[in-house]
């Protein structure tokens, strides 16, 4: 009798031709977010992401310059835009297929949440933006509340490096605003603000048509190879 070693991969994972690998990433997509990040891929390359993460003002200010440049709307427009952004919860949740188990390429679809909000000096963006004079004053201080539903695809490249632990990942998309609902409170007089509301809203169904660009470094928790396995011979 005679022992053989040789290498032979796990058959479960032959036949479906992907292991199960499920991590976290730390991840900007930019320009509507910073987030972090889970994902999950199982059998036949089939992916499933969602995170979680905010709109920082520089990104903001980033699609305020390229529309207001483009002669979208002018700069006090774009201070209304601004102004409503102080604070945000952006969710993005993703169904995608990596269709080569040797290759990183893959491409998904999926919706996105935005949940915006922020105080500012908005007397003067309403004054810009209606044409008609404040009551509160020109520089009185409104809370707006805006939420956002967008949709989006992606293509991008997922590396697995250092026994397939640390993830790599680039990838290119666009996201279409589809819906948007906004309040500016307080609402008196209610015309007034819900006019300003929705020239609000009609920037956001208008201009929020954005090519996005992702970048991620993350942790995969089902890393490494499959084990050899020894024949008897």
């Known amino acids: 009798m005679s022992i053989a070693f040789s290498v032979a991969p796990d058959a479960a ?11 976290i990433e730390a991840v900007t997509d930019l320009p509507l977010d910073v987030a972090g990040r889970f994902w999950v891929e199982g059998p036949y390359g089939l992916r499933f992401d969602t ?23 002018d700069e006090s427009t774009a201070g209304l835009v601004a102004g409503s952004l102080g604070s945000s919860l952006v969710w993005r949740t993703h169904f995608g297929w990596r269709p080569l188990h040797d290759w990183g390429f893959y491409f998904s679809a999926g919706y996105v949440l935005a949940v915006l ?6 007397g003067d963006a309403i004054v810009a933006v209606t044409g008609e004079e404040s009551p509160a004053g020109v520089g009185a201080r409104y809370e707006v509340t805006s939420t956002v539903h967008m949709v989006d695809v992606e293509l991008g490249w997922l590396w ?6 640390i993830s790599l990942r680039v990838a290119l998309g666009c996201s279409s605003t589809v819906a948007a609902s ?3 409170s ?25 090519p996005v660009v992702s ?15 020894v024949r008897w011979q």
């Open 160 to 165: 697995l490096v250092w026994e397939e632990r």
């Open 117 to 122: 909000g922020g105080a500012s000096n908005t």
């Open 13 to 23: 994972g032959a036949d479906r031709g992907f292991p199960w690998r499920y991590g």
């Open 182 to 184: 906004s309040e500016i």
């Open 51 to 73: 995170s979680v993460g905010w709109l920082p003002t520089a990104y903001v200010e980033l699609v305020n310059a390229v529309v207001v440049a483009a002669g979208g709307y």
């Open 215 to 229: 970048l991620a470094v993350g942790w995969n928790f089902a890393g490494g190879k499959p084990e050899p396995r």
């Open 186 to 210: 307080p609402g008196v007089p209610s015309a007034l603000t819900a006019e300003a509301a929705a020239e609000l809203d009609e920037i956001y169904r208008t201009y929020f048509f954005v």
